[in-house]
């Protein structure tokens, strides 16, 4: 009895060690899930820098891009503490391609949190934080 508590132990560590490790950061150009129904893919129009860059997220619904959310973006410097946009997170716009878009100003050199909400009906439904090295 004694070796199948210490076995279902060890069993129950090794899993819950690998589940706690396991790298949930959201991936530039990768399929990021946010619940069984809905995934987003985000990305740059170009290498992340200083100055103006355009995020682009597209939300999926069985693979298929769709626009059935809002997604609100706030973005920060958190080791700066000053680096913020202003006010509350803003909404991102839809183009005629069911893109959902925004301007993100990175103002210095750094690591920079970009906060992704995805709402649906006016509650959080998800919320990402994407790092971006400058």
């Known amino acids: 009895m004694k070796k199948t508590t210490t076995l279902f132990a060890a069993v129950f560590v090794l899993i ?45 619904k069985n693979n298929e891009k769709v626009k059935d959310l809002a997604i609100l973006v706030s973005y920060s410097m958190p080791t700066c503490g000053v680096h913020r946009n202003p006010g509350k997170p803003v909404p991102m716009q839809l183009n005629n391609k069911n893109d959902y878009l925004t301007p993100v100003n990175f103002v210095m050199r750094g690591t920079w949190e970009v906060v992704l909400t995805f709402q649906q009906k006016g509650k959080n439904l998800y919320s990402a934080t994407l790092l971006v090295d400058i």
Not at 24 to 30: L, S
Not at 36 to 41: G, K, L, N, P, T
């Open 16 to 60: 819950a060690s690998i589940t706690l490790s396991a790298d949930t950061t959201p991936k530039e150009g990768k399929t990021n899930i946010i619940n069984s129904e809905y995934s987003f893919i985000y990305q740059f129009n170009e290498k992340p820098k200083m100055g103006t860059c355009i995020l682009k997220v597209n939300l999926l």
